[in-house]
């Protein structure tokens, strides 16, 4: 029912700034949206948790002060803005939802490491940093 999007994906010298779009379609309400990523050869892992109801965000601590995650509503889009991208910031990155968010009270910020929970996937989109 809900159908994610991502774009915005590409190459950026290290040090420098993308920001990733996922444009959201479907009825997301008490959804929680997220960004993941994966590089080759590693699991999955969160990169950003937002929560509209309570108007909470929650990052991964490698990217916490350098990625901001965001939502427009004039454009139904769950945005990730990533500044001073390292290396180690390259990979695949996903737009996911994940229903039924306000059941996870205060483990919500638990998202970030709960792959599985999310039932709602895009394609995924390619950034590469180049040094």
């Known amino acids: 029912q809900v159908q994610l999007v991502e774009s915005g994906g590409g190459s950026v010298q290290a040090g420098g700034s993308l920001k990733l779009s996922c444009t959201v379609s479907g009825d997301t309400f008490d959804y929680c949206m997220g960004w993941f990523r994966q590089a080759p050869g590693k699991e999955r892992e969160g990169v950003a948790i937002?929560?509209?109801?309570?108007?909470?965000?929650y990052y991964a601590d490698t990217v916490k002060g350098r990625f901001t995650i965001s939502q427009d509503d004039a454009r139904n889009t769950v945005d990730l803005e990533m500044n001073l991208l390292q290396p180690e910031d390259a990979g695949m990155y996903y737009c996911?939802?994940?229903?039924?968010?306000?059941?996870?009270?205060?483990?919500?910020?638990?998202?970030?490491?709960?792959?599985?929970?999310?039932?709602?996937w895009g394609q995924g989109t390619q950034v590469t940093v180049v040094s």
């Open positions: 996911a939802a994940v229903s039924r968010c306000a059941s996870y009270s205060y483990l919500r910020v638990e998202l970030l490491r709960r792959v599985a929970d999310f039932g709602a």
């Open positions: 937002a929560y509209a109801q309570l108007n909470t965000k």
